[in-house]
Nanobody, 115 residues
Framework: QVQLVESGGGLVQPGGSLRLSCVAS????????MGWYRQAPGKQRELVAR???????YYAESVKGRFTISRDNAKNTVYLQMNSLKPEDTAVYYC?????????WGQGTQVTVSS
């Protein structure tokens, strides 16, 4: 059974940085694209960043130049480095494994950007 476990969220001041991690188990990690979504209170869930199995990346316009997604296939882990954080980045962040037939989601980790 596929399990995705996120960590690294927390409270940070505007302009600060956080690095989220997501460890996958029960899957051939390197075969699939991995992504990070987020959902803020009262808003729809949105794709933040995605990394394909081949290494291509995608970023939402709102995070380009500030966030970096990376993956370590040897550790079955995907990361989201978040710099220059803004209050509007406050949300629950979810790790997702993107498969052709279905997606697998982690439980989410809260990121709060506030002074």
């Amino acid at each position: 059974q596929v399990q995705l476990v996120e960590s690294g969220g927390g409270l940070v001041q505007p302009g600060g940085s956080l690095r989220l991690s997501c460890v996958a188990s029960g899957t051939i990690f390197s075969n699939y694209a991995m992504g990070w979504y987020r959902q803020a209170p009262g808003k729809q869930r949105e794709l933040v960043a995605r990394a394909t199995s081949g290494g291509s990346t995608y970023y939402a316009e709102s995070v380009k130049g500030r966030f970096t997604i990376s993956r370590d296939n040897a550790k079955n882990t995907v990361y989201l480095q978040m710099n220059s954080l803004k209050p509007e980045d406050t949300a629950v962040y979810y790790c997702v494994q993107d498969r052709p037939t279905r997606d697998y989601w982690g439980q989410g980790t809260q990121v709060t950007v506030s002074s």
